[in-house]
Every structure is written in structure tokens, then in C-alpha cells.
T-cell receptor, first 112, second 110 residues
Framework: GENVEQHPSTLSVQEGDSAVIKCTYS??????FPWYKQELGKGPQLIID?????GEKKDQRIAVTLNKTAKHFSLHITETQPEDSAVYFC???????????FGTGTSLTVIP | NAGVTQTPKFQVLKTGQSMTLQCAQD?????MYWYRQDPGMGLRLIYY???????DKGEVPNGYNVSRLNKREFSLRLESAAPSQTSVYFC?????????FGSGTRLTVV
């Protein structure tokens, strides 16, 4: 299988500041790295993803960076807003099969 | 477009009772999954179905069974519920990219 570690488990930032969440993985063959946002009482929703042939991807205020050599990837949220408050999960997929391995989640609180 | 629909949203069971959690997707995805979510442990895979007619065990399959009824539907059954199965259960489906999750079933076993 795959071992995914996610840090930090909780994160509080002031509105307007940036937030960074990091994940490491163990299997160098992993080739797809999505990030999910889970709001209270809802299922996780895909917010951004990156494939192993790309080093960085950006979508408005969120970006994901991937360092394949070091086997880690990060979620960056700039100009945070209160509606960014949620639990964020990273995930990793191996090229064989369609199963994802999840990090343990980061609870982000944006303080107005 | 409903995506992934789970029923019920909430359920309380007594120890030893059985129940089936239902999941249906309307995106014509081949793969479907059942996860449980517990505090501090993230999402753990119970069972998955790579395609219609196939099912495989995930990380935590003990105490559960599944049925891939057709391409749309994938159900999770607890034959004899235990307090350790108190959790939030998520169904998901996928094709090439990431998962689409349902809104979850919060199950309490007393």
C-alpha cells in the first residue's frame, strides 16, 4: 500500500493570511495527488489536483506543488477567507488500480 | 445532477442489529467505494468495486459486506452491528480523476 502523512492536524490563520498544508507519501510510483475540502456535515469535495508530470498547479487562490524527489506535496491557500474554514485532506493514488490513500486531515480555521 | 446519493443520512442501531447503507451514482462511473471516517484517522477504505460485478476488500473490511447491484448502485451491509462501527460512512465513485463523494451516513451503534 501507500503511507500518507499530513501536517499540521490543525491550523489557525488570520483572514487575508496564507495557509500551507503538507503531505508526504512513501511509494515513488504514486502518480496522482488530489486535495479535498470537507465542510461540516458534508462529504469531501475535490478542490485541486496534480499529476506526477507537473510541478505546480494554480487555480485562483489555491495552488498545489509537488516535489517527486522528496515525495511530498503541499496545498497553498492565499488571501484566506472565513469560508475557507474546513477540513482539508490530501490523497495519493498509485498507477495500478484506482484506489486512493488519504492523509488524516487538517482542520483549518480562518479568523475574521 | 445528483452525483452520489447515500441513504439514510442518520441511523441509530442497537448492538447486534443489521442494516444496509445504500449508495447510487448517476455519473456512469465504473469504480465505487465505501469509506469510514473516524476522528483523527482520516478516511479508511472498507470495500471497493473496480467495475460492475467485482468487489475487493480495503483496509478495514471486517464486519462488513458489500454488493455491487449494478453499475449505479453499491451497498454496504452490517450483519451484526458493534459499537466499534459507530462512524460516518461515505460512498464515492470515480473514473479517471478524483473521487466524487456522497454526503455521508452518520451511524451510531449503542
Amino acid at each position: 500500500g501507500e503511507n500518507v502523512e499530513q501536517h499540521p492536524s490543525t491550523l489557525s490563520v488570520q483572514e487575508g493570511d496564507s495557509a500551507v498544508i503538507k503531505c508526504t507519501y512513501s511509494d515513488s510510483a504514486s502518480n496522482y495527488f488530489p486535495w479535498y475540502k470537507q465542510e461540516l456535515g458534508k462529504g469531501p469535495q475535490l478542490i485541486i489536483d496534480i499529476r506526477s508530470n507537473v510541478g505546480e498547479k494554480k487555480d485562483q487562490r489555491i495552488a498545489v506543488t509537488l516535489n517527486k524527489t522528496a515525495k511530498h506535496f503541499s496545498l497553498h491557500i492565499t488571501e484566506t477567507q472565513p469560508e475557507d474554514s474546513a477540513v482539508y485532506f490530501c490523497a495519493v493514488r498509485l498507477p495500478t488500480g484506482n484506489q486512493f490513500y488519504f492523509g488524516t486531515g487538517t482542520s483549518l480555521t480562518v479568523i475574521p | 445532477n445528483a452525483g452520489v446519493t447515500q441513504t439514510p443520512k442518520f441511523q441509530v442501531l442497537k448492538t447486534g442489529q443489521s442494516m444496509t447503507l445504500q449508495c447510487a451514482q448517476d455519473m456512469n462511473h465504473n469504480s465505487m467505494y465505501w469509506y469510514r471516517q473516524d476522528p483523527g484517522m482520516g478516511l479508511r477504505l472498507i470495500y471497493y468495486s473496480a467495475s460492475e460485478g467485482t468487489t475487493d476488500k480495503g483496509e478495514v473490511p471486517n464486519g462488513y459486506n458489500v454488493s455491487r447491484l449494478n453499475k449505479r448502485e453499491f451497498s454496504l451491509r452490517l450483519e451484526s452491528a458493534a459499537p466499534s462501527q459507530t462512524s460516518v460512512y461515505f460512498c464515492a465513485s470515480s473514473e479517471v480523476s478524483g473521487y466524487t463523494f456522497g454526503s455521508g451516513t452518520r451511524l451510531t451503534v449503542v
